[in-house]
């Protein structure tokens, strides 16, 4: 039966992405044509940012006397527990060599790219993490290379705790740059750097459609929506710690969905019940951000049972998925879609969010039907060779040029004729040199 909804989403009216498609593109186009002088006066009209672009080595060493130092030994283990468990997910990528048939060796190698590009949002909120994740991580996978950009405020520049997350984490050149000319200036190596590989990072809508753009001659993360996140609880959950974990999402902005699903009618109402209470506890603008994202946004759902809630839950493909239920080895085995999956009360997706490990850079929209989020393998290419010994040649050449002229592609069988005539000689004296 399907799931009865307690609480719907009016939703929210649609945005005008051609709006944004057509403004992306536009601002591209000039970014291309005129370089650096773009860019620059994109910077000042959008941010007030008139000083220099890149940031100097002197000023990044500064922002760390800038920063207390209790915030400084949370950033630093919180980096810790992000390239640690970034190094790991290096180590498990690995190159290979394998003899399919004798003689036909193949193999794969795991290629760090050049240049990555990290985009740490710096809006309304300081996004410390978003310079930790991402930067640690490309450096983890052997990235040589590493810019970062983030918007500047005016007559301040880069707030001083991301400029310090992001020397810690090891950026090589750090931009004052946000929005479009920041995604472009990466891209097109402005400003002395390197063109990047791969851009990659959080960002409005802007940035995700620059991204969305740019893709093709530089490779992207993903085309991310607004956040969401979704609870899944029993009735031996929490409600208080339930609207909290809601709420703590909720802030993030209008248009962020939260979703909770029970089995518990009880649960469900105490939670609703409590939401409102704890939206009100929040200083503004955070206290609007979540009224709105819960008023238009967030859903309560009753099931019937756990396997109906994970149904429910694979279908919706959260961002984040939060279970806070018995039994928590038979969730984590019987979901499969999510960006990131935080198992008992006792974690919470802020966690995951700032400090845990885990990257923090995920699909949004349903897309975690499909990929998962950002990790060392992103900043990888997994290229792959083979080697033909003549002994493996006969087969081999059969095989392919019989496809090849059932395709009808004459010319590629043509190439393995002449290998199968020169290697008929080599295969009977390696033969005879047996016998």
């Known amino acids: 039966m399907p799931v009865e909804y307690l609480k719907t989403a009016p939703g ?3 945005e005008p992405q051609g709006d944004t498609a057509d403004i992306v593109q536009l601002m591209l186009a000039r970014l291309r044509l005129e370089g650096e002088a773009a860019a620059r006066d994109y910077a000042t009209r959008l941010d007030g940012w008139t000083g220099e672009i890149v940031v100097p080595p002197e000023v990044v060493a500064l922002a760390a006397a800038q920063v207390p130092e209790d915030l400084r030994a949370q950033i630093d283990y919180a ?21 399919l048939r004798p003689g036909l060796v193949t193999g794969q190698r795991q290629i760090p790219l050049g240049c990555a590009g990290c985009y740490v949002p710096g809006g309304r909120y300081a996004h410390i993490a978003s310079a930790l994740m991402t930067i640690t991580t490309a450096r983890a996978a052997g990235v040589p290379n590493v810019i970062a950009c983030s918007p500047p405020r005016p007559g301040q520049g880069i707030h001083p705790a991301i400029l310090y997350a992001m020397s810690l984490a090891g950026a090589d050149r750090v931009l004052a740059l946000g929005g479009v000319q920041g995604m472009a200036a990466m891209a097109q190596g402005l400003f ?5 590989d791969i851009l990659v990072g959080p960002g409005n809508q802007f940035v995700a459609e620059a991204k969305r753009q740019l893709f093709g001659p530089v490779g992207i993360d993903m085309v991310a929506g607004p956040t969401d996140s979704m609870v899944v609880a029993d009735a031996t959950a929490d409600p208080e710690t339930l609207a909290w974990d809601l709420v703590g999402q909720a802030e993030h902005g209008y248009n962020s969905p939260v979703w909770m699903i029970t089995d518990s009618r009880a649960l469900a109402q105490a939670v609703m019940d409590r939401i409102p209470g704890c939206i009100e506890q929040l200083p503004e603008p955070n206290r609007a951000s979540a009224h709105a994202a819960w008023d238009g946004l967030g859903e309560v759902m009753l099931a019937a049972d ?3 809630m994970a149904a429910t839950a694979d279908a919706y493909a959260p961002e984040h998925l939060h279970v806070q239920a018995a039994d928590l080895a038979w969730w984590r085995n019987r979901l499969t879609a999510y ?16 400090a845990a490990g885990p990257n923090h850079v995920l ?9 998962g989020g950002l990790s060392a393998h992103k900043f990888l290419k997994t290229v792959t060779w083979q080697r033909a010994a003549p002994q493996a040649v006969p087969d081999l050449a059969r095989a392919t040029a019989a496809i090849s002229r059932a395709e009808g592609m004459e010319g590629h069988a043509r190439t393995a004729d002449i290998r199968l005539a020169k290697a008929a000689p080599a295969v009977k004296l390696a033969i005879e040199g047996q016998g």
């Open 12 to 14: 929210l009216p649609p």
């Open 192 to 196: 002395g750097g390197p063109p990047a």
């Open 363 to 371: 699909p949004t929209s349903g897309a975690a039907r499909y990929t």
């Open 79 to 99: 980096h810790d527990n992000i390239r640690r468990f970034a190094e790991a997910q290096r180590a498990s990528a690995q190159d290979f060599e394998l003899e």
């Open 339 to 354: 960006g990131s999956l935080f198992l008992g009360a006792e974690t919470t997706v802020a966690f995951g969010d700032k």
């Open 306 to 308: 756990r396997e109906e």
